[in-house]
């Protein structure tokens, strides 16, 4: 049984999506990038799947050098409007549930660490036993390694859990298991061509998706 469990924050936590997509809407003229509608979301999420983040960026105009500079300016929107964003419905019970059977929760997450803890603090999420910060797109196996080596974790004694298909392979390289939440950004259809070791859909299930690894 795994005994710690990583969370990423973004679309696993705390339930941002609908704020993103406005905000990227907001500065799609500025990046010169095609705007997105939620009803389109299932169409990128099956072309992630089948095609990969690259050519599903592209199909919306959005390309790779261009990326990172869109990724800071809508996470710099995004610290100022987290009044807006809120816990997915049954998240902080999962939690509780994780706490109360004696496994020892964390966050990494690419936002600012004061403002991921002002955000669970304001919702009362059970108290995580670290939260890290890492500024990385694509480099997230590196910061678990680190997480890891830090508090001196056990790889087989560790699960991460994420909604993207990066957070699957990065858990891989990493040499960790991996569960997949169905209500973040890449939705189930998403993470079919990465699929993690279990697929959760509701909150409620986490326990038992952690208990079954």
């Known amino acids: 049984m795994k005994q710690v469990v990583i969370f990423d924050f973004d679309g696993t936590l705390a339930n941002s999506i609908s704020l993103a997509l406005r905000l990227y809407n907001e500065h799609a003229d500025q990046f010169k990038v095609q705007r997105v509608t939620e009803d389109e979301l299932p169409a990128l999420r ?7 983040y690259a050519k599903s960026l592209k199909s919306k105009g959005v390309f790779l050098p261009r990326l990172p500079a869109m990724v800071l300016t ?3 929107e995004m610290r100022n409007h987290m009044s807006e964003v809120k816990p997915y419905t049954g998240i902080i019970k999962a939690l509780q549930d994780l706490k109360a059977q004696g496994f020892r929760i964390g966050v990494l997450t690419s936002n600012q660490e004061p403002i991921v803890r002002e955000f669970l603090e304001t919702h009362q999420y059970p108290l995580f036993d670290f939260i890290v910060s890492e500024k990385t797109l694509f480099g997230k196996e ?3 390694k680190k997480i890891m080596k830090k508090f001196s974790l056990d790889p087989s004694s560790v699960v991460y859990v994420g909604d993207e298909p990066r957070d699957i392979s990065a858990s891989r390289k990493a040499g960790i298991s991996v569960i997949g939440v169905s209500w973040g950004l890449a939705g189930e259809d998403g993470l079919g061509k990465t699929p993690p070791d279990v697929i959760v859909h509701k909150p409620k299930e986490l326990v038992a998706a ?4």
Request: glycine share 6%.
């Open 74 to 76: 809508i996470a710099r």
């Open 46 to 52: 099956k072309m992630v799947r089948e095609k990969g």
């Open 142 to 144: 590196k910061a678990l």
């Open 210 to 213: 952690v208990k079954s690894l």
